[in-house]
């Protein structure tokens, strides 16, 4: 059996992937310092411990044959809240885990590498990352280079993974579909702009898929690229009562644009995304119908709001 140790696991991504693995033949832990949460419940082995900590980290990097590693500030706003943290854990500790790991690695990038640009970008396509968020995933994807490790960049991604981690109300496809049910307005910036987007449980799929393959390299992973009016108008239709869209000038801080291709991916794992955005509001809908959640507008489930009043320790 296998010793996967997921860094970061408890984050959103983190909670499809541990449901993925689980009962899979595979010994999963999971070591992450909780930053948006108090408690760890899910029934999984779970050490408390943030990835600054080398000596302890170490223990568990030593224990283990593949490590997925989601541990990170995530998100453009996020990131520029305490830009040295930032680096730190973005960037330098993935320098220093491709100093001090020699098993199989999976990393998460994110398709914002490639900024704003024409065209289908695939992997070879010129990179303009436009935020710190974009700048320390390349700065990571480059320390990772020369190890065995599959790097994701993904596209944003959208829907409930699993029942118990945080959801993030901050991804596009979640939040347009909160606003839809509670305003019955969708405020749209811009609106011509596209982005990649892919459901959380996809990833999940994704990399249970790269667990067994023996391969290397960068892969970009995509449900499908939507324009943002278009998305908009996906989430509108999917509820029956009246939801207007209001186009507004987009906002400069937010500059990106771009399609990906991920047929490379696709074609050497043979795999095929498998949820749409209809599933993603329909979870997403049902959660708020069940009234389990008292305040979805509460800023633990946005990262940048979070890490404003909280700070990244
Ligand atoms: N969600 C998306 O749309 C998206 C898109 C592209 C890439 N990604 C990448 O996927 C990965 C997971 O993203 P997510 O959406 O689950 O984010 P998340 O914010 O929900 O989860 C991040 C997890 O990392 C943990 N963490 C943060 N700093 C840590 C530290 N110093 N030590 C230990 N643990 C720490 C947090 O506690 C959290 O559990 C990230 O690397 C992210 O860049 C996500």
């Known amino acids: 059996m296998k010793n996967i140790l997921l860094v970061g ?11 993925e693995l689980c009962n899979k033949n595979f010994n999963i832990r999971i070591y992450d310092n909780l930053l948006y949460e108090n408690t760890f419940l899910k029934k999984i ?10 000596r302890k ?16 500030i995530v998100g453009d706003g996020a990131c520029d809240v305490n830009k040295e943290d930032t680096i730190e854990i973005n960037s330098k500790c993935v320098k220093w885990l491709s100093n001090n790991f020699d098993g199989k690695i999976i990393f998460f990038s994110t398709c914002s590498v490639y ?12 990179l303009n990352p436009l935020s710190l968020y974009a700048k320390t995933k390349l700065d990571a994807e480059k320390f990772l280079k020369n190890k065995n490790a599959i ?10 993974g699993d029942t118990y981690s945080r959801l993030r109300m901050d991804l596009v496809v979640n939040y347009l579909t909160m606003k839809a049910h509670f305003n019955r307005e969708l405020t749209i910036f811009g ?6 987007l892919l459901h959380v449980k996809d990833v999940a799929r994704a990399v249970r898929a790269a667990i067994n393959v023996n391969r290397k390299g960068i892969y970009n992973l995509k449900f499908d690229n939507y324009k943002i009016l278009d998305l908009a108008n996906i989430i509108k239709k999917s509820f029956k009562s009246k939801i207007k869209i209001k186009k507004t000038k987009m906002m400069f801080q937010d500059t990106r644009n771009y399609k990906v291709s991920s047929n490379f991916f696709n074609k050497t794992f043979k795999f095929k995304p498998k949820y749409d955005i209809k ?5 997403i809908s049902e959660l708020i119908n069940s009234n389990r959640i008292k305040n979805f507008d509460d800023i ?8 404003k009043k909280y700070g990244t320790k």
């Open 9 to 19: 696991g408890a984050g959103y991504v983190g909670g499809a992937v541990s449901d």
């Open 45 to 54: 082995e779970f050490i408390y411990g943030d990835i600054r900590d080398k």
């Open 57 to 72: 980290l170490k223990i568990h990097l030593n224990w283990a044959d593949i490590v997925i590693w989601m541990a990170a």
């Open 115 to 126: 900024g704003a640009q024409n065209g289908i970008l695939d992997e070879n396509s010129q």
């Open 151 to 160: 790097i994701f960049r993904l596209g944003t991604l959208f829907g409930v």
């Open 191 to 196: 609106g011509n702009q596209y982005r990649p």
């Open 279 to 283: 599933y993603g509001v329909k979870q």
């Open 300 to 307: 633990r489930y946005t990262n940048q709001l979070y890490l």
